[in-house]
C-alpha cells in the first residue's frame, strides 16, 4: 500500500523526492481514539495526518477496504465504524508511520 503526498515542494527544497516523503511521513504525530455517538455507536477518530501532504481520502478508502468498516474522511481526519485502534494502528505502522509517532487514546 502507498500514500500519496502531495505539496512537499516548499519542504524539501533540493531533496529527491523519495526523501521528502519519508520526511513528510515521519514528522507527523498521529492520533488514534475511540468516540461515543448517539445510542452507543463507537467510531475510531484518526486525528493528526497532514491533510496536505496525504490524501486522505484514499488513505481512508484503503483503510475502510482493509478493515471491511464504513467511514468516511472529513475536517482534516478520518472516522472509522467500530473500534479498530489497534487495527488501525498496525496499519499505519506497516504503511511507514513510526510507532513512536502514532499515540492511541484509551
Known amino acids: 500500500m502507498v500514500i500519496k503526498i502531495m505539496g ?6 533540493g531533496l529527491p523526492p523519495e526523501i521528502c516523503e519519508q520526511f513528510s511521513i515521519e514528522e507527523q504525530m498521529v492520533k488514534i481514539r475511540l468516540e461515543k ?9 484518526i486525528e493528526g495526518l497532514d491533510s496536505g501532504g496525504i490524501d486522505l481520502e ?3 478508502s484503503k483503510l ?4 471491511a ?3 468516511t474522511a472529513k475536517n ?3 472516522e472509522l465504524q467500530g473500534d479498530q485502534r ?3 494502528k498496525k496499519i ?15
Open 86 to 88: 489497534q487495527k488501525v
Open 8 to 13: 512537499t515542494s516548499n519542504l524539501c527544497r
Open 76 to 78: 482534516g481526519r478520518i
Open 37 to 45: 455517538r448517539r445510542f452507543g455507536r463507537e467510531v475510531t477518530i
Open 64 to 67: 475502510k477496504s482493509k478493515l
Open 92 to 106: 499505519l505502522i506497516d504503511l511507514g508511520i513510526p510507532e513512536e509517532n502514532i499515540i492511541v487514546i484509551y
Open 69 to 71: 468498516v464504513g467511514g
Open 58 to 60: 484514499e488513505l481512508a
